[in-house]
Structures are given as C-alpha cells and as structure tokens.
C-alpha cells in the first residue's frame, strides 16, 4: 500500500496482459514519476529481482520472497544496509514480471533516485505503447465505445510524446497536472484494442506535435488554449462548437458560494471591501466561457480572473470557467454553469457520443484538433 511512511512492492505475473504485449516494447521510452519525496520503501518480492547501481554496473540479486528495506541516505540509496550510489534501478530477472506498489501494477523498471532529506524518487522505465495501457482505463472508462477509446490513445500518445525530454530527470508525473497513470491493473482486452490498432498514431500541425489537452467535458463549445492559459494558439487548439456533449451529465452544472467565502478571496487580492453587493461576468473570451469577474463592493469595484475564483473555491465544485448565469441568493450567489474542466482540445464527453453516433476516432480527432494531421511519430 502507497502510504507516506513507506511503500511496498512486490513482483507478479498475470498471464492474461503477459500474453496481450506482443512486441509492445518497441518504439520511444517513457519515464514517468510515479513518487516524488518517499520516505522509505519496503520491498516484499515473490520472484528474483536484481538491484542494478547505475554508476557501477554491478547487480545485486534480491531473493524471491524476502523482504527489504529501502531508503534514502543522502546521496546514496540504502538497500537492506547495502550503500548504494545513487540511482539505483529494480530489474526483473526473467520472464514478464511486473514490480507492484499498492493496487498497482508496474511493468516497466524502476528506477530509485535518492531524493533531499533521505527521501526518493520513483521513476518507472517502460515502452510509450506500455504507458498508454495504464493512461487510458483511469483517463476515460473502458466501457466506453471503442472509436472513442482509440481518439483517446491517440490523444493521449501524441501528449506524452510531445513530453519526452532526455534533459529532465523525468518526463511525465503521473497525476492530473499531466495524464493520470496508474500502472497497467487496469488493462483489459477493449484497452489492449485501443492502443494496438492506433498504435504509433500522433497527430502534428505544420509537422510538430500538438499538445494534446484533453478534458471530461466542454459544456458546448471548446476552449482556445490561449484563453485557458495564455498560449501561443495553433488552429487545432483555437476552440471548436460542439453540440455532442449535451446529453451528458456534466454538461450543466451549478454551485453555491456563500458572501463570506466570497468577500474573503477578494480581500485576499487586496481589496479593502467589507460588503460585496454584486457579482457579475464582466468578460468572456470567444467561446462563452468568463475570462473576469466583477465584484461591486462597498469600496468600489474588483475586477478579478475567473480561473482565480474556481482555484480558490475548488475544481470540483466550480467544474468550469464556462458561467451561464450568477443569481443573488440568501447568504451568497448561485453560479450555473456548464461543462466540467479547462475546455482545451478533445471534449472526452463528445468524443463519447461521436462515437455512440458511429463517427471513427480519426472524424473525432478531426473535430477536435481542426487541421491537424494524424501520421505516424517516426
């Protein structure tokens, strides 16, 4: 179990994804940072592993079903009492195993950096085409149609990719800042599917990789990159109509802020306010969605970012910039609302009733990324 106080793994070989690889090896290499700062980590193994020092190259074999510890010690990695220069890699010494940490299963290497303050960092190795088995399951349900799972490997693929930077110490992370990843418990066959017939598959603008955002639902309309966030735009990312998400339950939403919460994130920026007497969108960008909020105060007026509000009052609660209307209520304001996410790229909610509609992944992405090409990374 993943705890902050130490972490456990163990190595296993499910014979059903062990038989599903078929040479999924091949092809660019991903790093991904699966723990930043651990503690310590306590390794149970059921097979022989080894425990490579990089710097050295020699190998240290770890018995089949014993126990270690493992931590950091300043810039060494402590192996049961073995100083080790760090990084030190986790090999599996035959066959498909897979390292487990907690729920999840890993199929690549690890790697165990020693971290500042006796801590680790964890960074798995493994193929592009492997990663993509753990990103899609946790990034969209499996259940959904097929067509909008390959969309989704496509997508997810030309993301990473476009991360790959043998400067860093890593090239992804593995939570929503980036793409969730959860290691590959959840691969079943409809997954296995959707990787392999994309397989290799990007899309490219002017012959660069797009940077693929993708989010659960845009409420109407998608939003242009640099609205969300100040990019530069290219035309796949420039925000499209679209009516297909409409059936979908995260399509309207609507919360409620109390006066005081309010009152408080204005004064919090600075104003000296002590009654808000109104709340209003002052400012939209093209596609619908409010760029600034006007607060009327007793002190005047406060003009404040959107994106600001909704990081103060939380992304669940206040699930998109896209405001359809604000009511003044007892005790606060009611905010409506549609959509659910920043807005950028493919509207997973969309593309999952493009596809119930019978439109190809490839019409999807077209949709979505307008102008970009779909080609083969090579």
Known sequence: MIRILALLLSLSLPARLAAADGGADEGPRIRVAIARGAPALKLKTSSRIYALDVKSGKKYL??????YDIKGSGDSVLVAGQQL??????????GQERIRLGKNLYKGDILLRAAPGDRLDIIEYLSLEDYLYGVLPVEMSPD??????KAQAVASRTYALKYINPARDYD???????????????????????????????????????????HACCGGHTASAKSAWGEDVIKPLYGVPDPFCSPSR??????????????????RLGSTALKIK???????????RAATFRFTTDKGVKDVPVTELRKYLGNYEFRSTYITGISSVKGGYQFGGRGWGHGVGMCQEGAKYMALKGRPYKKILHHYYPGASITDYD
Not at 185 to 211: C, D, H, P, Q
Request: glycine content about 6%; charged content about 25%.
């Open 144 to 149: 959904w149609p097929l067509e909008s799972l």
């Open 62 to 67: 770890l018995l089949e079903n014993a126990s």
């Open 278 to 288: 109104s709340v209003r969108v002052y400012r939209k960008d093209r596609s619908g």
């Open 172 to 214: 992804v992370t593995d939570g929503v800042e980036m793409q969730v990843y959860n290691g590959t418990s959840k691969v079943n066959a409809r997954i296995i599917e959707a990787v392999t017939t994309t397989r290799g598959e990007v899309l490219k603008y002017k012959g660069k990789l797009v940077t693929t955002f993708f």
């Open 85 to 94: 220069s760090s990084p030190v890699k986790l090999l599996a010494s035959e």
């Open 250 to 267: 995260h399509s309207r939403w609507s919360f409620y802020a109390s006066s005081p919460d309010l009152l408080k994130f204005i004064q």
